[in-house]
């Protein structure tokens, strides 16, 4: 049961983080560089948005894909680490709260860390047993069967 808690939470954090990704990555294509070539804004304050803006979509979607990883391979990171993540994304959220109009992206962001943080907690001691990994059969030095 807790298995199944830790992965809901881990894939529901993932689904949000990489739809907030991708949200930021259409918005790249379709809205943003067209804002800002419009904008008069220096080129080099254009191109430091741009950066900026695919860092971001692209870090959420690549920690969005370390959660779905996580989610079935829990000790592939540290728990340590699956933590510091979901705080980055409540840095992120109250930024965006303060700074953007639109709320629902900074929600999203809630969401994922919220999920990520429960997950943290839900985070299976050892892994469920099963088949051994390999068995190999005792060394006998050639000659000695």
């Given at each position: 049961m807790r298995l199944k808690g830790f992965r809901f939470c881990m894939l529901v954090g993932a689904l949000a983080l990489i739809g907030v990704?991708?949200?930021?990555?259409?918005?790249?294509?379709?809205v943003l560089k067209i804002a800002l070539g419009n904008s008069g804004v220096?080129?080099?304050?254009?191109?430091?948005?741009?950066?900026?803006?695919?860092?971001f979509a692209c870090q959420g979607l690549l920690i969005g894909l370390l959660y779905v990883l996580v989610a079935y391979r829990p000790h592939a990171v540290s728990?340590?680490?699956?933590?510091?993540?979901g705080l980055i994304q409540l840095v992120e959220a109250v930024l965006l709260f303060a700074l953007a109009v639109g709320k629902v992206l900074a929600m999203l962001?809630?969401?994922?860390?919220?999920?990520?943080?429960?997950?943290?907690?839900?985070?299976p001691r050892r892994l469920p047993a099963g088949p051994p990994a390999s068995v190999a059969a005792p060394h006998q030095p050639v000659g000695e069967a």
């Amino acid at each position: 049961m807790r298995l199944k808690g830790f992965r809901f939470c881990m894939l529901v954090g993932a689904l949000a983080l990489i739809g907030v990704a991708l949200f930021y990555l259409v918005n790249y294509v379709v809205v943003l560089k067209i804002a800002l070539g419009n904008s008069g804004v220096q080129p080099f304050i254009q191109h430091s948005i741009q950066a900026m803006w695919l860092s971001f979509a692209c870090q959420g979607l690549l920690i969005g894909l370390l959660y779905v990883l996580v989610a079935y391979r829990p000790h592939a990171v540290s728990r340590e680490v699956i933590v510091l993540l979901g705080l980055i994304q409540l840095v992120e959220a109250v930024l965006l709260f303060a700074l953007a109009v639109g709320k629902v992206l900074a929600m999203l962001l809630v969401v994922a860390a919220a999920f990520v943080l429960l997950g943290a907690l839900l985070w299976p001691r050892r892994l469920p047993a099963g088949p051994p990994a390999s068995v190999a059969a005792p060394h006998q030095p050639v000659g000695e069967a």
